[in-house]
């Protein structure tokens, strides 16, 4: 295969071994694993207890057995609610194309950074550069902004600070401080805008979305070409998008009566 060099033993068999438990075999013994997957038993030890420090198997001292841990629960749970997620906003993304004729996406945020689960584009030819599963900076698109905007101070700043606020554009925000101040006017619009600050030419406007708990779990964003930008751009497609947002949330639970502001 043409990635063979790149491919890591140890972690395959790790993978293998997560695939041998099922619901016939929930939980198993270190020498059925050992014999399992052709390895010695040291070996299938290892990786078991690698996999028992991380969440992905846990051990049942009664039994002498291992089974799958909770935290491949979390991780499938964190699966499902994307892909419910992408059912239940696809129609309202169809709806904003057809009013707006612009591009939208719909996104997430994964290990402080913009990933993209959906997207549609225009019927005019102008194509952004952006697709399912590609991730972005938070500090300097509208979809970061809104996903980091109600998060603690001292987590945006770690994530920063991991990250980096590289300088896409003379638009681009790079001070963590200001950054932060910026974000507080995010959360008093209830949405962001992105004016060429990750790319030259492109305008967004992101809203979010929440779930039952109120908590944001996604953004949606409308992205523009300056050359299409007027006066009364943001006051035309503003509403239309924090209309889009709240339907979303609806959808996915979320009931505003109840709401309160998050403490930040």
Known sequence: MKYDAYRIKSIEKAMHMLELFSANQPELSLGELSKALGVHKSTAYRIAVTLVESGLLRWNPGKATYGLGLKILNLSSSLMNSLELRTQARPYLEKLVSEVNETVHLAVLDQGEV????????????????????????HCTALGKVLLSELPREKVRAILERKGMKCYTPNTITSVEEFLDHLEQVRQNGYALDLEEHEPLVYCIAVPIRDYSHQIIATLSMTMIIRDFSENIFEQFIPVMLEAGANISRDMGYVAEQAESSPV
């Open 115 to 138: 990933v993209y689960i959906d997207k549609l584009e225009a019927v005019r030819g102008i194509r952004i550069f952006s697709d399912i599963g590609k991730r972005a900076p938070c």
